[in-house]
Each structure stands twice: as C-alpha cells, then as structure tokens.
C-alpha cells in the first residue's frame, strides 16, 4: 500500500467524516486502498463503497465483507449507489490526488521522467489518451486548456511548436514532446514547467473537472442530513469548485434570494480555515506539499 499510495491528510480526513460505527460511507478514490482502510478501521456493521477506475487499484483490496470496491468513475456515484441499494449515506471522502502508482509506472505515461508512450489514462479502456489530445486538438482548444488546468502563461507558444512538429509528424512519445518543447525550456526551472504542462493534459484526458462537478452536484442527493463531504484537492481550480459548491450550491456567482433575502445552500462548512498538511507531512511525502482538505456538512 505504501509504495502504491501515501494517502495524504490522513487523521484530518478521517476525522472529518465523522463516521458512525454502523454508517455507510464512500471513498471516492480508492487508489492504494489507505484512506478507505483506515475508514473500515472505524466500522463496525457499516458499509464502504469505494470506487477506482484503473484495475491496478483492484489489486489493493483487502478481502473485508464490508467493503465493496467498483472499477468506475466516482462521476456516476448516484447510479452505482441506486445499483448496490443505497438511497442515502452518511459520509463521501474524495482524495482527488494521482496516486504514486501512476507516476512511477514507466508505462503509462503520466511523467515526464520516463520514455513512453504519452497515455496518461486512468481508465485504460477509455479512448481519450495525451497523445489524441496533442494531435487532433484545435490550437485555441490546446491554448485552453495548457492556460486552465496548467496555469501556463506560456500557453501560446506551447501551442505554437505543437502546432509546429506536428505538422511533420505525429507526437507520440513522451521525449518527442520534451524535445519539442526544449526551446522554450528555462534549465532552472524545466521541471516545473513540464510538470504544470503534463498536469493540464492528464486533467484533459480524464476529465476531472467534469467529474469532479458531478460528484458535487450529487453529493447532495446522496448525502443524508448531517453526513460529511471531505474533499481533497492538488490544484487551485479544483479546490475552487469545492470550496463555492460548499459555500453556495454553485461553481460561480451567487445563490438566489428569496423574497426576505435568506438563501439556500446545501451545506454547511465544517472547517473556516482549510486544512493542510503539516511540516513533517510534507517532508516524508513531497508530493502533499499542494493539498488542501475542506469539510462540510449536509444541511
């Protein structure tokens, strides 16, 4: 489990579902099973229904009657739940980091450290891979999304010797991408630049916004009054969403007034101050260094 995963914001987590020993709770984000383990830690005739979609996150389960664990996206959370015969739960924990799995394997082309095919698939079935998005996509919609999911002010000019080498031949691999990227490489700062730039097109190919939006949105549903929302997020869009959905019941702009001014939203923010990780934390896992943990309360 360790080497899969080091689940991030563990005890804070954790804590902040509030779990009931007989509870029926969801982890959206199963990965290398470490938040969902420690969660069955507090159950006793409870229920844990966790999702992954990536079937090398299957091979983490451990065998408990309490536990049922779904290769699928928690995008259709609703559903699988109708599915399994729970109308309402007590608590969703969402750990919306990569788990360390998917860098380290050479294979699947999440890193730039690697020579391999650029994939960055979470769900291998799934036909969307880097390499459709680098070779098929519009320039303004590649310029989007280097801008949107990888904060890149250099957006444009990416774009532009994309547009370039492709021209000539396909993009496939992950060093043909780095070599075309080379002349607009700072030495000092290559790695951060590559990581902001792969970070935006495994955003794109997964779709995670969207699924990330429509978890929220069914979380509401789903959530019993009184159950727990723990979402933790690695990147400022991310954490965005979260926090106006929890403060508004929307992604933008304000709920509406009632004729005596009052608003309805659905929930109640538990912590004021965002949780995140602590010195010691982050020195024996660099890459909890972005998280943020917020917790709310279905009204």
């Excluded at 902001?196 to 959530?223: D, G």
Aim: aromatic residues 8%; proline residues 4%; contains cysteine.
């Amino acid at each position: 489990m360790e080497l899969y995963h080091t689940p991030v914001l563990l005890e804070q987590s954790i804590e902040g579902l509030a779990i009931k020993p007989d509870g029926v709770y969801v982890d959206c984000t199963f990965g290398g099973g470490g938040h969902s383990r420690a969660i069955l830690s507090k159950l006793t005739t409870g229920k844990l229904i966790a999702f992954d979609q990536d079937a090398d996150a299957l091979a983490n389960q451990p065998e408990d009657a309490r536990l049922i664990l779904i290769q699928g996206n928690f995008r259709y959370l609703r559903n699988y739940l109708k599915y399994q015969k729970f109308e309402k739960i007590d608590g969703i924990l969402a750990d919306l980091g990569v788990s360390s799995h998917h860098f380290d394997d050479q294979t699947r082309g999440f890193s730039f450290r690697w020579d391999a095919a650029l994939d960055m698939r979470m769900n291998q079935h799934a036909t969307l891979t880097a390499r459709t998005v680098l070779n098929e996509y519009e320039p303004q919609k590649l310029r989007t999304i280097f801008r949107l999911y990888g904060e890149l002010n250099e957006a444009g000019r990416i774009v532009h010797y994309i547009e370039k080498y492709r021209a000539e031949k396909p993009i496939d691999t992950v060093p043909q991408f780095k070599e075309l990227l080379e002349p607009i490489m700072p030495p000092k700062a290559q790695s951060k630049l590559l990581a902001k730039i792969f970070q935006a097109l495994r955003i794109e190919v997964n779709q995670e916004m969207e699924a990330l939006k429509e978890m929220l949105e069914q979380s509401v549903e789903v959530l019993k009054p009184g159950g727990r929302l723990v979402v933790i997020t690695y990147h400022s869009l991310e954490d965005r969403l979260v926090k106006n959905y929890i403060k508004n019941g929307l992604f933008d702009g304000e709920p509406a007034k009632d004729l005596y001014g009052n608003v309805s939203v659905p929930f109640a923010s538990v912590n004021r101050k965002i949780i995140i990780p602590g010195e010691n934390e982050i020195e024996q896992n660099s890459r909890a260094r972005s998280a943020k943990l917020r917790i709310a309360e279905k009204i």
